[in-house]
């Protein structure tokens, strides 16, 4: 249709100027101005007929660098920056139009270099923050997302919301319907454990597409910091006034001891007041107990081999449950595994746990077969070092399970319900953590990131 059009167009000039141009020439030829003798018609001819062929090579050139203004756009849209006009053309004008072409290219190459570099600017700050990042269309697919989303939501890929059903459907609707200024809190299970997940969600319209970006947190840590920062003001202020009370009773109970032994007074006495001594001896040591939670030493880091560590804790375990008879099953992968870690403090812990596990295991009533407390050592993919301890004595209750890290929360007759708080605490301060895993058997992990 274009080219009828221009063919068109071409007759018609053509036509126009061989009319005008007989024209004038006739006009000149009769003028008494000039003569009969004056016959201008062989060049004004030759003007009208050259005047098509300037317009057909006017058009002719258009559409050349109409052509190559399209080859141009068709490379850059299949990111062809490698074309190239030749710019030694003997046309001016062609070799002007070949310049500006291969310029635009240049630059066009430049701003997609730019932006590309722009993207993964933004894409590896997005992988060093600690927060979870997840950016979703109105259909539900995943149009970005970074590696801490992955591991909070315990995914390897995650494409789209529904695969989220398989975590937890809650959480695949909350995150199917939530809009932008919406916050939810959700309790994900896992095998780390039990995490709180905490939402923003906020939206952004990205070339005419409407997305939205939800932030992922796990709220854990600041919930079980708030919760011990307030327990340790509790027991300080309990051991401040139980210790003011407690020592001048004791001290003036040993006192009058002596003095009802040195004049023989009453027996009666006597055993009244080595009754209130050992009472108060008993309350202070109860109360130092507890003190210990609030006083665990700065850890001193230093490396040292996982595999002769585990061996002495084990060992010591032995020595101090010499009348046990659970047996002890060490794997360590590598054998050279070294971890970076307060040797002394980390090992309160794995005697802790040992010691639970063990009383654990002698605990169970009707028990046919010898006990096993299996420990193993290894780095995840992440090269985190995990400590695995487990025992196959009775599992944790789950109404119990929930409330063991708590400070001076035990089932035990004569426990003191602080042990697995400090190892939680001395794991803290080692830039680690220590959960327990949901099993039949009963696991705690160890994890030093």
């Keep these: 249709m274009k080219q009828a059009n221009h063919t068109c167009y071409l007759v018609l000039l053509t036509l126009a100027a061989l009319l005008a141009g007989g024209a004038w020439a006739w ?3 009769d ?3 000039l003569g009969k003798s004056f016959r201008p018609l062989p060049w004004v001819i030759g003007l009208t007929a050259s005047i098509p062929l300037l317009a057909y090579k006017l058009n002719k050139q258009s559409r050349q660098y109409a052509r190559q203004v399209l080859f141009l756009l068709d490379a850059v849209e299949n990111n062809d920056y490698a074309v190239h006009f030749s710019e030694d053309e003997r046309d001016t004008n062609t070799r002007l139009v070949h310049q500006a072409l291969n310029r635009i290219s240049h630059l066009l190459y430049n701003v997609k270099n730019e932006t590309a570099q722009r993207e993964k600017y933004y894409e590896l700050i997005l992988e060093c923050v600690s927060t979870g990042i997840v950016v979703l269309n109105d259909n539900g697919a995943v149009y970005q997302k970074n590696n801490e989303a992955l591991r909070l939501l315990g995914l390897e890929v995650f494409t789209h919301v529904r695969q989220l059903k398989r975590i937890d459907p809650r959480l695949a609707s909350r995150f199917a319907t939530c809009r932008a200024g919406d916050t939810f809190q959700l309790p994900l299970q896992n095998e780390r454990g039990t995490l709180h997940l905490f939402v923003r969600a906020s939206d952004i319209t990205i070339r005419q597409e409407h997305l939205r970006i939800l932030a992922l947190n796990d709220i854990n840590n600041e919930l079980d910091e708030k919760e011990i920062d307030s327990w340790i003001r509790l027991t300080r202020v ?8 407690v020592t001048p009773i004791t001290s003036l109970s040993e006192t009058l001891l002596e003095l009802a032994a040195q004049e023989g007074t009453q027996e009666e006495i006597s055993r009244g007041l080595e009754t209130i001594s050992q009472t ?3 309350l202070l040591a109860f109360v ?8 665990i030493p700065t850890p001193i880091p230093s490396l040292f081999y996982v595999k002769s560590f585990l061996e002495r804790m084990v060992n010591l375990a ?3 449950h010499p009348g046990s008879n659970t047996s002890f099953r060490t794997e360590v992968q590598p054998d050279d595994l070294i971890l970076h870690a307060d040797e002394n403090l980390i090992g309160q812990v794995i005697t802790n746990l040992l010691k639970n596990a063990l009383q654990a295991i002698d605990s169970e009533k009707g028990r046919q077969t010898a006990g096993l407390i299996s420990l193993r050592a290894y780095c995840d993919d992440d090269e985190a070092v995990i400590i695995d301890v487990s025992n196959d004595g009775p599992a944790i209750p789950e109404d119990v399970a929930g409330h063991i890290f708590i400070p001076f929360f035990t089932t035990k007759d004569k426990g003191s319900g602080i042990g697995l708080s400090i190892s939680r605490q001395i794991m803290r301060l080692s830039g680690g953590s ?6 039949r058997e009963t696991t705690f992990r160890l994890k030093f990131d």
């Design 288 to 295: 130092e107990s507890y003190r210990q939670f609030t006083r």
């Design 318 to 320: 032995r020595h101090q």
């Design 31 to 33: 003028s008494p101005l």
């Design 434 to 439: 220590i959960t327990l895993l949901p099993g």
């Design 27 to 29: 006009f000149l030829t």
């Design 238 to 245: 309990l051991t401040h006034e139980i210790m003011n009370s």
């Design 280 to 282: 108060g001896k008993g």
